[in-house]
């Protein structure tokens, strides 16, 4: 059976979760809490800091962090950057082109467009 909804992190505070991936809603019936599929193992996040979709996404999500934040810097680390992307369906990170309109992930091997539209 597959989810009904999925999640991503909205905010910087990613409480451990890859930000810009997408994962399986096991639960929202909590007002406060949404437990979400993290590699097989349900983890409460603060649905405060989610954002939702119906359908499982399936293009590059952005993401943009400040460059004096401390995730970039880690970002950097792994040279990727501020701006990266997070692939739909392996959730590898990747670097990316300003004029990028898809990519093919280096994980997985799957093809995808890149959500410019809707950064995180």
């Known amino acids: ?5 999925w999640a991503r992190v909205a905010q910087a505070e990613a409480y451990g979760l890859r930000r810009g991936a997408w994962y399986p809603v096991v639960s929202s019936s909590s007002a406060a809490l949404v437990l979400l599929d993290v590699n097989k193992a349900n983890r409460p996040v603060n649905r405060l800091s989610l954002e939702f979709t119906d359908e499982k996404p399936s293009m590059w999500s952005v ?11 880690r970002a950097k680390e792994k040279a990727l950057g501020p701006v990266y992307v997070v692939c739909p369906t392996c959730r590898a990170r990747s670097t990316v082109g300003a004029s990028a309109g898809q990519l093919t992930c280096e994980e997985c091997g799957r093809t995808a467009e890149v959500d410019w539209e809707h950064p995180c």
């Open 1 to 5: 059976m597959s989810p009904t909804k």
């Open 63 to 73: 993401v943009r962090r400040k460059p004096s934040d401390l995730a970039a810097q």
